[in-house]
């Protein structure tokens, strides 16, 4: 399996435009992971879904911020507007039952001026 | 409230040497535990998990940690550091093994030097 990929892999955009970042999980895993890494804040969790369905969504900072995840094999997390406190850089993960243990994707390096 | 805590921004230590990396957890039942290594501009890589069984877990790179329950601790140790070894270094916690959710700590810088 390639892993978890993320596109784009960089992304520079204005502020005020809308942000659609995307992320194809490993086949057969059942949970999808959105994380943002700031030097300030670290890694933070702003939403995971299992089975498709958003559990838990209380990581996401604001109404600009929403993710779906139409079927098993994609994600979108998407800002509008995008602000440039958002610049960070995202990260998808996906992971099993059987493993356990969650895999990331390469990052999407977001910087909004 | 359940969470986990890498008391030291950076841990410096001579190639060869043993390398310890520490990590606390706070949480109620039986957690699941992880190591995580990201190098620059990097995701992060999965080295090591704890579940259940043997407190001693090994995992890549020659990495081990050990599961403390007593000391609510998974100390992430190597007996012989490598400069390649420089990273960053993420504790993480499950709570909810069914929706495998990980809380990860602030990080710890390794810096190894030759």
């Known amino acids: 399996d390639a892993g978890v990929i993320q596109s784009p892999r960089h992304e520079v955009t204005e502020m005020g435009q809308e942000v659609t970042l995307r992320c194809k999980p490993i086949?057969?895993?059942?949970?999808l992971f959105w994380y943002r890494q700031t030097m300030m804040r670290g890694l933070e969790l702003l939403i995971y879904?299992?089975?498709?369905?958003?559990?838990?969504d209380s990581g996401m900072p604001e109404d600009r911020f929403s993710a779906k995840m139409p079927n098993a094999s994609f994600s979108t997390l998407k800002i509008q507007p995008s602000e440039p406190r958002d610049s960070a850089v995202y990260f998808c993960?996906?992971?099993?039952?059987?493993?356990?243990?969650?895999?990331f994707g390469q990052g999407t390096r977001l910087t909004v001026v | 409230a359940q969470s986990v805590a890498q008391p030291e921004d950076q841990v410096n230590v001579a190639e060869g040497n043993p390398l310890t990396v520490k990590c606390t957890y706070s949480?109620?039942?039986?957690?699941?535990l992880f190591w995580y290594v990201q190098y620059p501009n990097r995701g992060l890589q999965f080295l090591l998990k704890y579940i259940t069984g043997d407190n001693l877990v090994k995992g890549s790179y020659g990495f081990e940690a050990e599961f403390n329950k007593s000391q609510t601790s998974f100390h992430l140790k190597k007996p012989s550091a490598l400069v390649s070894d420089s990273a960053l270094y993420f504790c993480a916690v499950s709570f909810f093994p069914g929706f495998q959710k990980l809380v990860f700590g602030t990080g710890t810088r390794l810096l190894v030097s030759p």
């Open positions: 879904f299992n089975n498709n369905v958003p559990i838990d």
């Open positions: 993960a996906s992971s099993s039952p059987k493993e356990v243990e969650a895999f």
């Open positions: 086949s057969g895993h059942n949970s």
């Open positions: 949480v109620s039942g039986n957690p699941y």
